[in-house]
């Protein structure tokens, strides 16, 4: 079993910036990706960005040139340092673990772009 625990999530004003957090525990494999996903109101999950531990990253267009992903692996830890954030910004934040053909999942944190 792998255990996530999120942070950083709140209230930012358009154009802010905010940083998640994201630590992993448990039986954690060497090689994985961790990575972010996000769910709006009346929308389906989607993903925002993915980082292996080799250090590969994928992100979605919607996101390319503000968000950036990165990880500490000694640490377990992976981020999402969110910029220039946008109102359609706003979702519950959730992270995931994956490895193999396992995939675990945060309890999500709330991101919301407001003025």
């Known amino acids: 079993q792998v255990q996530l625990v999120e942070s950083g999530g709140g209230l930012v004003q358009p154009g802010g910036s905010l940083r998640l957090s994201c630590a992993a525990s448990?039986?954690?494999?060497?090689?994985?990706?961790m990575g972010w996903y996000r769910q709006a109101p009346g929308k389906q999950r989607e993903l925002v960005a993915i980082?292996?531990?080799?250090?590969?990253?994928i992100y979605a267009d919607s996101v390319k040139g503000r968000f950036t992903i990165s990880r500490d692996n000694a640490k377990n830890t992976v981020y999402l340092q969110m910029n220039r954030l946008k109102s359609e910004d706003t979702a519950v934040y959730y992270c995931?673990?994956?490895?193999?053909?396992?995939?675990?999942w945060g309890q999500g944190t709330q991101v919301t772009v407001s003025s």
């Open positions: 980082i292996i531990s080799g250090g590969s990253t």
């Open positions: 448990g039986s954690i494999f060497s090689f994985n990706a």
């Open positions: 995931n673990y994956r490895v193999g053909t396992r995939s675990y």
